[in-house]
């Protein structure tokens, strides 16, 4: 019974995880590039969307996420019908990724070195061939190694979304260890966490190291 | 090569118009074969006070080798830059082929980079991307079809002499290889002209050497006009039919290689071309006196040759004008595009003549006699 219950505990911070970084992913790469590309200089260069743009980004970014929590519940309602279960963790696990992800992911673009944009300029590249065949692949590397942070600090986050009620490792050391002083369970959850942070940090590593071929 | 670049121009390029150049040429001989020319051109950076560039009007011929040269800050990377308009003039025209380039849309502005190759100093190749990749890059951006890419690439691969390398990331090159590379890449649309950007700036004597050679046999074989910049008088020497010398974003000195460097006018151009002149040698040096200390002493001249006319320098004819014993203390001669130049540093001694009609008399051999001093 206790497998059962910290299986599905696992499962359930994997899902949450999983879906929110899957969409941080897919909605930060380009929020990375616009933020990039806007910039003074940029191939894309629009000042005004771009002070917007990181303005915005800033805003989520400083708002710890705990609060974001409870500051986001009636949007959540809006969105998934309801503020409780692994679905509801998923809309602020979101929301504070993206912006999070997509600041890593700037970096990465930020460094690739100007010359390679000059270079295919010269070599008659229009401006989404310079994205997609110079930027995003000379920044892959980064790319990975900075999801790869997102990851780790995503599954923190969902320990403490798993708090207020969305299930979850986090649920279960809170309920069970906290709330009933069963160290045991509460060793277990944090034996489990440590597993899945090295495995996801080994692999990322490992990833970006491959990819990258400087 | 012939038929694959006729294929690839004619799919990626609007029909070449070599009746309109015809007439072009009929109205304004002046311009003569003019592949590039600047008019007027300015270019004066947001938030700086001194413009890069100023007023520089400048022909490079089709087919030409051209040398652009300066000292850093001078303005070589800017003007270079204008010609396939990575960087935007402020002011003046740029045409080539007698089409001003400057209100170019992306379309035409990418079809028009196309026709122009570019190579740099740090080589700028993709690091994510093979060797192959790299080169093949532009023909995909260009959406050559897959069949014609592999040719050109391989074709391309080949005549840089790096077919075997083609699956290897650039990281395990060294920098003539990169560099090499490079020249494919600029190569692989059959362009007109190729802008070398301080290309051989990074490299080996050695290495330097040997892509020097490649630019040139390529300049040879396929006619390709190439504008190049740098900082080494070496580099033109080697390669250039013509140079500019440019200095503060103005052009201080233009013409033929061998007449600026048999007889430089500018400063700067005697400044840059120092490093090449050789030293006197320093025991000569400590023994030189400004001023005759007797009648016997022996005079020692630093005689230019610069290349006027075409024959190597007839000695004996020197010999009989200034008399004397005369006693080679340095120099030498090197040709440059056909031209023998170079300085003879001579001591003449015991001449029947006085010193100043010694000196009178060298002049009368060459343009540029320099006095270094007496010896005992």
Known sequence: MWFDRLLAGVLDTLLMVGVSSLIALLAGIPLAV??????????????????????FVNLFRSIPFLILMVALIPFTRLIVGTTYGVWAAVVPLTIAATPFFARIAEVSLREVDHGLIEAAQAMGCRRWHIVWHVLLPEALPGIVGGFTITLVTMINSSAMAGAIGAGGLGDIAYRYGYQRFDSQIMLTVIVMLVVLVALIQLGGDRLAKGLNKR | MSAVSARVAQEQQPPFAPLQQARQRALHPELGNAHVRFIGLGKTYPGQQTPALAGIDLNIQRGEIFGIIGRSGAGKSSLIRTINRLEQPSSGRVLIDQVDIGEYDEDRLVRLRRRIGMIFQHFNLMSAK?????????????????????RKVTELLELVGLQEKHQIYPAQLSGGQKQRVGIARALVHDPEILLCDEATSALDPETTESILGLLRD???RLGLTIVLITHEMAVIRDICQRVVVLERGRIVEQGAVWQVFGDPQHEVSKTLLAPLQPALPAALQARLQPQPPSPEAALVLNVRVSGKDKQAPELSS????????????????EPIQGRALGQLVVSVANSPHS??????????????????????
């Open chain 2, 218 to 220: 390529i300049n040879r």
């Open chain 2, 318 to 333: 020197l010999f009989a004008l200034l008399g004397g014993q005369i006693s080679l203390l340095q120099g030498g001669i």
């Open chain 2, 130 to 150: 093979t060797v192959w990749q790299n080169v093949e890059l532009p023909l995909k951006v260009a959406g050559v079809p897959r069949e014609l890419r592999q």
């Open chain 2, 355 to 376: 010193h100043e009609q010694v000196i009178e008399r060298a002049r009368q051999w060459a343009a540029q006699v320099e006095v270094l001093g007496y010896v005992v």
């Open chain 1, 34 to 55: 616009i933020l990039v590309t806007s910039g003074k200089g940029g191939i894309f260069e629009a000042p005004t969307l771009n002070r917007v743009l990181g303005a």
